[in-house]
């Protein structure tokens, strides 16, 4: 896989995270537990293929088969945190709707 494949396929799998943390707090607000929990689990799904090909491209750097630095690659890195730090606040926001709800039902 070359360097724009490798920063393609990053982004991907960190949007496809990304895009089921924020499916999580839609299931979360409309008081679908169960659906939003399943989403967290595609989003960790999704980010542990991110990462795994985060760690190949450190490995790489380390043992001297590093890639360019390039702006798609940082781009690419950029796409992982942002959906690390969804898939957090996702998680977060789940509990608080599932609190909410459950006080206004009870």
């Known amino acids: 896989m070359n360097s724009l ?3 393609m396929s990053l982004i991907a799998s960190a ?3 990304k895009s089921h943390s924020m499916e999580a707090i839609a299931c ?4 679908r537990f169960e659906d939003a929990h399943a989403c967290i689990e595609r ?4 980010m542990i293929s991110a990462h795994d090909q985060q760690t190949d491209l450190i490995r790489g ?4 088969r590093g890639e ?3 702006l798609l690659m940082v781009h ?4 992982l945190n942002g959906a690390l730090l ?3 606040m996702a998680e977060e926001f789940v509990v608080l709707y599932q609190t909410l709800i459950g006080k206004e039902g009870g």
């Open 28 to 31: 979360a607000k409309e008081g």
């Open 43 to 46: 989003a960790r799904h999704a």
């Open 86 to 88: 969804m898939r957090e």
């Open 5 to 7: 494949e490798k920063a």
């Open 61 to 64: 750097e380390v043992e001297g």
């Open 68 to 70: 360019a630095v390039t």
């Open 76 to 79: 690419a890195q950029d796409h």
């Open 15 to 17: 949007g496809d995270s």
